[in-house]
């Protein structure tokens, strides 16, 4: 709920910026408007009242990318928050569907374990994943639409462990299977280009992390 109330916040901030330049209200063919511009035709006006919509282009291919913060719940000595890069590609079904691939990876975090003094274990963990996932789209402004989804996907978690400042190392990895729910809110600056907020639970199946959360805010283009 916090997430959601913070991305309702985002959005509102950009469309207060946005809102002056995108202004312009239809009007009759053949009439002038409050600026004194002529409209010569009606496909002016259908040009505008399709920037309008919400979902201008109800189908088809669109791309993106974002940022990603994920923050889990991991056993001792092991990281708990780590920052990344989302990319993304989908195909909108309709104006309420659409069908979404996506490839995520953090940076590489560390989180350093005191045994006892003059003895520690250092633990570097990164993060990789990809889903499809199936998202729903309810428009609820002219340009604004909450989002919702359920994906399926893969995980994999990289870790280095070194002890005694890289006397002894090791390293491994875990991957496995995971589901996940998203929601958030998609704004649109231009009929193609909108900015979206999501946050994700996400539940995997290895061994070194539980249920987490992943909030993403990023740019995405619609053909």
Same mark, same amino acid.
């Given at each position: 709920?916090?997430?959601?109330?913070?991305?309702?916040?985002?959005?509102?901030?950009?469309?207060?910026?946005?809102? +002056?330049?995108?202004?312009?209200?239809?009007? +009759?063919?053949?009439?002038?408007?409050?600026?004194?511009?002529?409209?010569?035709?009606?496909?002016?006006?259908?040009?505008?009242?399709?920037?309008?919509?919400?979902?201008?282009?109800?189908?088809? &291919?669109?791309?993106?990318?974002?940022?990603?913060?994920?923050?889990?719940?991991?056993? $001792?000595?092991?990281?708990?928050?780590? #920052?990344?890069?989302?990319?993304?590609?989908?195909?909108?079904?309709?104006?309420?569907?659409?069908?979404?691939?996506?490839?995520?990876?953090?940076?590489?975090?560390?989180?350093?374990?005191?045994?006892? $003094?003059?003895?520690?274990?250092?633990?570097?963990?990164?993060?990789?994943?990809?889903?499809?996932?199936? #998202?729903?789209?309810? +428009?609820?402004?002219?340009?604004?639409?909450?989002?919702?989804?359920?994906?399926?996907?893969?995980? @994999?978690?990289?870790? @280095?462990? @070194?002890?005694?400042?890289?006397?002894?190392?090791?390293?491994?990895?875990?991957?496995?299977?995971?589901?996940?729910?998203?929601?958030?809110?998609?704004?649109? &600056?231009? +009929?193609?280009?909108?900015?979206?907020?999501?946050?994700?639970?996400?539940?995997?199946?290895?061994?070194?992390?539980?249920?987490?959360?992943?909030?993403?805010?990023?740019?995405?283009?619609?053909?």
């Amino acid at each position: 709920m916090a997430l959601l109330t913070s991305s309702v916040r985002l959005t509102a901030v950009l469309l207060a910026f946005a809102s +002056p330049a995108l202004a312009v209200e239809a009007v +009759p063919a053949g009439t002038r408007d409050a600026t004194g511009n002529w409209w010569q035709d009606s496909a002016s006006q259908t040009d505008t009242a399709e920037y309008h919509s919400p979902v201008s282009n109800n189908r088809g &291919l669109y791309v993106g990318a974002d940022f990603m913060y994920l923050t889990a719940d991991t056993r $001792p000595g092991y990281p708990d928050s780590f #920052m990344g890069g989302n990319v993304f590609a989908g195909y909108r079904l309709t104006k309420y569907l659409a069908l979404e691939v996506s490839y995520g990876r953090t940076s590489q975090t560390k989180e350093r374990e005191e045994l006892f $003094p003059g003895l520690s274990i250092e633990n570097k963990v990164q993060v990789q994943q990809a889903a499809l996932d199936v #998202m729903a789209t309810l +428009p609820v402004h002219q340009r604004v639409s909450l989002l919702a989804g359920a994906g399926y996907g893969w995980l @994999e978690e990289e870790r @280095e462990v @070194e002890v005694f400042d890289e006397f002894l190392t090791d390293s491994g990895d875990s991957d496995g299977q995971m589901v996940r729910l998203t929601g958030g809110v998609e704004a649109k &600056l231009t +009929p193609e280009l909108s900015v979206r907020t999501l946050a994700r639970y996400t539940m995997p199946d290895v061994d070194a992390m539980d249920d987490f959360w992943s909030y993403n805010v990023g740019l995405q283009y619609q053909f």
